[in-house]
C-alpha cells in the first residue's frame, strides 16, 4: 500500500510539473529522481542558467522561473546560476550573429537587477534557493583543463546546432569562442551537481550537451525540461525587448493589463497556461467563446498577471481604469478599409457590403439589437439611408469594425 501511495505520489507530481512543458528528456527519469529524493528525504537541484545580457526581465523568462517555482514547491532547492563568465562569450542559442562580449560592468550591474525581479516570482528563503556566479569556478580553470573539457565533444556535434548550421550555410564566420558557450554551460551542471536543467526551447541543445559533460564527468546525468518560448505581444515572434512586443515584471499596473488586454484572442490559452496558475479545465472554459466571451477572460487574464506581480487591489484598478480610458473610447489601431461607392446606402445593405455580417439578416437583427454605430452614433433602423463619407467608422458589436473609403 505504500509503494502504491508513493508511486501515485510521484505520478501526480510529474503531472503537475509537465504542464506546459514543451519536452522532457526524460520524463521517466525524471520520475525516477522524484521518487529518489522522496525516498531519501533529500532535495533535488533545479538548475537556470541566467546570463546577464539585460538588466530587465520580461514575462516571457517568467515562463521558466514559474516552472522552478513549482519544483520549490514541491520542497526542492533551486539553483538560479548568473553567468557572469559565460556572459563575456554570448550565448549563440537562436542567433545569426555573433553576440558582442559584455564587459565586467555589464555583467555585474545586470545580475542586481536579476536577484530583485527574480525574486517576485522564486521561493528566495536560503534552504529553497541558491545564488551563484559561474565565474566562480570557470575563471579558475586552467588550459589544460579547459582542453580537458573542449575534448569531450566533437566538432560534428556541435556543428548539429541549427543556428551554425545556418550560418555556415550562408557562408557566415562560426567562431571558435562560441563552441565554449554551451561546453562551459555543461560544466557549471557538474560543478553545482544539477538534477534537472530547466530552460526555453532555444536552450535545448545547451542543456543536452550538459548531460553528455555530466556522463563525460562521471556523474548522473541532469533531467532537460524545456519551456515554450512566450509570444510576444505582436503575435508573431518571441516576447523580446529589442523588439518591444514585451510585458516587463516591473510594468506599472495600468501598463500590465494594458498590454495583456492587447493580446489576440487566439493567445489567450498559450499566456494562461504559462503565466497562471489556473487548472486547465479553467483555462479550456475561459477560451471557449461559447462559454466565455473572449474580453471577460482577457480581463481575467490581465488582474490574474497584475495580481502575481503587484496584488490584486493593483489588478481591480488597473482594470477599472482600463476600461475608463480604453474599453469605451478606443479603437482597434488597424481597422480593414472598405472601399464603397458614394451613393447613399441601407443601414442593414452597408453592413453586408463591409462584410461585417454574413447575411442581410444578421444585419438586421445586429441593428435592432442596438449593436450597430457608425461614427459613435447607434443605429436603430436597417432601413436607413447611409451616405458613405472617408474615413467612416462602422462598428458592429464589440469586436468588429470597417473604415470607408469612398470611390467614385
Not at 66 to 91: E, S
Not at 292 to 302: I, N, Q, R, W
Request: with cysteine; net charge neutral.
Amino acid at each position: 500500500m505504500e509503494s502504491e501511495f508513493m508511486a501515485k505520489k510521484i505520478a501526480e507530481q510529474v503531472k503537475s510539473l509537465k504542464r506546459g512543458t514543451a519536452e522532457i528528456f526524460s520524463e521517466q527519469e525524471l520520475s525516477e529522481k522524484l521518487a529518489e529524493a522522496e525516498n531519501a528525504g533529500k532535495q533535488l537541484r533545479i538548475k537556470l542558467g541566467l546570463d546577464p545580457t539585460s538588466p530587465d526581465i520580461h514575462l516571457g523568462h517568467t515562463v521558466v522561473l514559474r516552472k522552478m517555482r513549482q519544483f520549490q514547491n514541491l520542497g526542492h532547492k533551486a539553483v538560479l546560476i548568473i553567468g557572469d563568465y559565460t556572459a563575456r562569450i554570448g550565448d549563440p542559442s537562436g542567433q545569426n550573429a555573433t553576440r558582442p562580449m559584455l564587459t565586467n560592468e555589464q555583467i555585474r550591474e545586470n545580475a542586481k537587477t536579476y536577484f530583485k525581479q527574480a525574486g517576485k516570482i522564486l521561493d528566495t528563503a536560503e534552504d529553497k534557493l541558491e545564488i551563484r556566479y559561474n565565474s566562480e569556478w570557470l575563471e579558475k580553470l586552467t588550459a589544460m583543463e579547459i582542453i580537458q573539457l573542449v575534448a569531450k565533444k566533437t566538432v560534428a556535434q556541435m556543428l548539429q546546432r541549427d543556428s551554425f548550421k545556418k550560418r555556415l550555410q550562408a557562408d557566415e564566420d562560426v567562431y571558435m569562442h562560441e563552441f565554449l558557450y554551451p561546453l562551459m554551460q555543461g560544466y557549471d551542471s557538474v560543478m553545482i551537481k544539477s538534477d534537472v536543467e530547466l530552460g526555453g526551447t532555444d536552450q535545448t541543445f545547451n542543456n543536452l550537451v550538459g548531460r553528455d559533460i555530466q556522463r563525460a564527468y562521471g556523474q548522473q546525468p541532469q533531467v532537460v525540461i524545456t519551456m515554450p518560448i512566450l509570444v510576444g505581444l505582436d503575435g508573431k515572434e518571441k516576447m523580446s525587448k529589442s523588439k518591444g512586443n514585451y510585458i516587463g515584471v516591473t510594468d506599472e499596473p495600468n501598463d500590465m493589463f494594458g498590454k495583456v488586454m492587447s493580446i489576440s484572442d487566439e493567445m489567450m490559452e498559450n499566456y494562461f497556461t504559462l503565466l497562471t496558475d489556473l487548472p486547465d479545465e479553467k483555462i479550456a472554459e475561459l477560451v471557449n467563446s461559447d462559454k466565455t466571451h473572449p474580453k471577460e477572460a482577457k480581463v481575467l487574464l490581465g488582474k490574474t498577471i497584475v495580481a502575481q506581480f503587484y496584488n490584486e487591489t493593483a489588478a481591480q484598478i488597473a482594470a477599472a481604469e482600463f476600461e475608463k480610458v480604453f474599453a469605451k473610447k478606443q479603437l482597434p489601431d488597424e481597422i480593414p478599409e472598405i472601399e464603397i461607392a458614394a451613393e447613399p446606402i441601407m443601414a442593414s445593405k452597408l453592413l453586408v457590403a463591409c462584410k461585417l455580417v454574413s447575411s442581410g439578416g444578421e444585419a438586421k437583427r445586429m441593428i435592432k439589437q442596438s449593436a450597430v454605430s457608425i461614427d459613435g452614433s447607434k443605429v436603430n433602423d436597417p432601413n436607413a439611408e447611409i451616405t458613405p463619407t472617408n474615413g467612416m467608422i462602422i462598428q458592429v458589436g464589440k469586436r468588429r469594425f470597417a473604415k470607408l473609403k469612398v470611390v467614385n
